[in-house]
């Protein structure tokens, strides 16, 4: 087991937040620690507005940082775990991306 | 014209073409209700307790496919209703649930009946709101309904403030025509690539297996499956909660797998060389010990849900999407390479699934004994019910020995007509869930079958029963106690029957009926039991609860040798293994 890195963006919304972390809790991954920022720069995730044919306001969505220490088998079933959040824009660990649902074989985030 | 919250929210209902709804009022469902009487489109039911709301509504979802539509109050309504939507959570059952909360202001200052139904709902959604203003509640409900029946379908959550639904702030009303949820995409289409490496994995099978479970249901995949078997030939095993999906008395059937599986089952499924799972999750009442689940077989896995696939069992080869349009792509796609199928090379493999068929396979045929010298075996009974309907109603069931044998025993040719808690497995589902198919279907025969323990869990729905005259038919297979905990404390206590009886404090069930205005019947020897079943179907305009007396010492086989067993490793019998 190694400590990986996940990267979340999501809607900005009341409660969207702890769900993610209730999705830890109820399938039983640890949280080693998490870090949430609205996002203000948008020019890394441009190509997520590209894709999704939309442009981000300041304040709607958040960017979410979560390190957690599991096996590789756990780690894609957390990730498909959050990629089913509603909220969730997207996601990733070191090797894939979930982007509205669609996976990608590489690290978007 | 402008309209108040309250009817925003009743108008999007019926705009969303809900027939039912199944609810209870209170304090902060007032105005809701006020609206509710001012209209005609949608019919409220008024249940006994949001329990039974729940699986009212779930019960009407499971057997037309529609959503199912809640409104509760705040706080203990909340509360009470959550048992029905982790039933219809774990089973992946389209639901959408409206739960009243304190006024705005109050919220989080533990406010008379305030309850944090988001917050306590959360694990058992699929995804849930909280209204903040009237003009986004036309888009909220629009979007509950969406996501509550797309992709893998699931119950939602809509809670909504007192104020916000005040009579007396108008507002805009225009419900939108698509929900746009930029954040929210579940598969549709499955990829070609994967597709054709499913096919190629078909081709070259010799013990193939189709395994099929209750996603095949949800994606309205029967027709695309049993033509997947015409072209194919191969065996079918339903789960729990697929049964019905391939006809329980086709040619190819090998009766339901898993823990009270058949023996011809579990052995196809231990010995196969490919696993075709349709909308099944290899759940561990399926799978038993997983490391030594099916050591041979190669896993072909369709499923809408990515977490779903190699979660329990690796899959060699995932095809995602709605099983429908995968089983169609599939389907398309071997009739191209028809000729490269080759019907020959799978005959050994029937004919060895007939031996082990033939060997231990479920005696069908228990109910021909009408001797009153033995009590009256629940499986028999089950059997009586399913030749006296014509294995043609729709059946709702509990939890206990009494639904895995009316899953043995009560053939489905159709899908959706085999009503039960899969996932969950709650006690008090039973009852519940038939008033929400007899109202969606009301000429169609809806039977119940319950065991003495479960029917007690939601017992006080017979009276919404009387109130909207649903004439269900529910057959108490009463074995004094609760049976299928005392069938595990037979085989893994030494038969300390620990808290699984109450003989002496059963209600009189006739009696019980009566009280509510239904009709009661008892039996109690085998030679009451057609005629007794025959009288109350033959009962068409009221509800009949048949009590019928059983063996209280039958347990359920076979049964999965656990801990550490694989799914050849089954009881056959008392003492008897493989
Ligand atoms: C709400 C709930 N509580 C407890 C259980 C555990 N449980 C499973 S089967 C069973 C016994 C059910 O008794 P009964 O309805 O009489 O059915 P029988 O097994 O006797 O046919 C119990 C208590 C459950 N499934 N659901
Ligand atoms: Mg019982």
New binding site residues.
């Given amino acids: 087991m190694i400590q990986r890195k996940l990267t979340l963006v999501m809607e900005n919304k009341p409660g969207a937040l702890a769900r993610v972390v209730g999705l830890f809790h109820q399938r039983g991954y640890n949280i080693d620690s998490l870090h949430v920022d609205p996002i203000e720069d948008f020019e890394p995730f441009r190509f997520i507005e590209d894709e999704l044919g939309i442009k981000f306001q300041v304040g709607e969505v958040s960017r979410l940082t979560i390190r957690t220490t599991v096996g590789d088998k756990l780690m894609r079933q957390i990730l498909r775990q959050i990629n089913k959040l509603i909220e969730v824009i997207a996601v990733s660990d070191d090797e894939s991306t979930y982007l509205k649902g669609v996976l990608r074989n590489e690290n978007l985030l | 014209m402008k309209i108040a919250g309250n009817d925003i929210l009743i108008q999007s209902l019926i705009n969303e073409g809900v027939e039912y709804i199944f609810g209870y009022p209170g304090g902060a469902a007032l105005h809701i209700y006020d609206s509710i009487f001012n209209q005609k489109e949608m019919q409220h039911i008024l249940v006994r307790h949001e329990q039974g709301a729940t699986h009212a509504a779930d019960g009407y979802a499971r057997a037309t496919g529609k959503p199912g539509v809640v409104l509760v109050t705040s706080g203990p309504g909340a509360t009470n209703a959550i ?1 029905g939507i982790a039933t219809a959570f774990m089973d992946s059952i389209p639901m959408v649930v409206i739960s009243g909360q304190v006024q705005s202001h109050l919220i989080g200052t533990d406010a008379f009946q305030e309850t944090d139904m988001i917050g306590v709902s959360r694990p058992i959604v699929k995804h849930s709101f909280t209204v903040d203003k009237q003009e986004n509640i036309a888009q909220i409900v629009k979007e509950a309904f969406h996501i509550a029946t797309s992709g893998r379908q699931g119950p939602v959550v809509i809670d909504v403030p007192k104020d916000l639904t005040n009579p007396d702030e108008l507002f805009d009303f225009n419900y939108p025509e698509k929900a746009n949820i930029r954040s929210y995409n579940p598969p549709v289409k499955p990829e070609n690539h994967q597709v054709s490496r499913a096919v190629d994995a078909i081709l070259t099978a010799e013990r193939p297996v189709i395994y099929a479970g209750g996603g095949t249901i949800s994606s309205n995949a029967s027709c695309e499956l049993r033509e997947l078997n015409e072209l194919l030939d191969f065996p079918v095993t339903n789960t729990l909660m697929g049964l019905g999906v391939y006809p329980g008395t086709g040619k190819r059937f090998l009766g339901m797998l898993g823990m009270h599986g058949t023996y011809q089952a579990n052995m196809a499924m231990h010995n196969a060389d490919l696993i075709i799972a349709v909308g099944a999750r290899f759940d561990d009442r399926i799978t038993n010990t997983p490391e030594k689940f099916a050591p041979k077989a190669k896993v072909i896995h369709f499923d809408v849900d990515h977490s779903s696939v190699s979660k329990i069992i690796e899959a060699d080869i995932a095809v995602f999407g709605q099983v429908k349009d995968s089983l169609k792509a599939i389907n398309n796609y071997l009739r191209s390479r028809k000729d490269e199928i080759n019907r020959e090379k799978i005959s050994p493999w029937h004919q060895q699934i007939r031996e082990w068929k033939e060997k231990y396979g479920l005696n069908h045929e228990l109910y021909k004994n009408d001797s009153d010298e033995h009590p009256i075996l ?1 499986q028999a009974a089950v059997q009586h019910i399913y030749q006296e309907s014509e294995g043609k109603a729709f059946v709702t069931s ?6 895995m ?1 009316a899953a043995q025993y009560y053939h489905f040719d159709e899908p959706r007509k085999w009503i039960n808690s899969g996932g ?5 589902f039973g009852l519940p869930s038939a008033m929400g198919v007899k109202l969606a279907y009301p000429e169609e025969e809806v039977i119940c079958i ?6 007690q ?1 939601c017992i006080q729905e017979l009276s919404t029963c009387s109130q909207y005259k649903l004439p269900i038919k529910i057959f108490n ?3 004094l ?7 595990w404390q037979d085989m893994n206590y030494d038969g300390r029957h620990s808290s ?1 009886s109450y003989e002496d404090s059963l209600p009189d069930f006739v009696g019980l009926a009566e009280s509510y205005g239904h009709v009661g019947i008892k039996i109690t020897k085998n030679s009451e039991l057609k005629e007794g079943i025959a009288k109350a179907l033959a009962i068409k305009d009221k509800l009949v609860f048949v009590d019928i007396y059983v063996d209280p010492n039958e347990h359920v086989y076979p049964m999965l040798v656990a801990p550490n067993g694989s799914l050849k490793d089954m009881w056959l019998g008392k003492g008897e293994k493989t």
């Fill in positions: 048992t629940p509990d939890v206990g020995q009494h639904q044998f969950l497995g709650t006690m008090g319950t065991g003495e323990g479960s029917i869990m297979i009463n074995n106690a609760l049976g299928m905990v005392k069938q699984i």
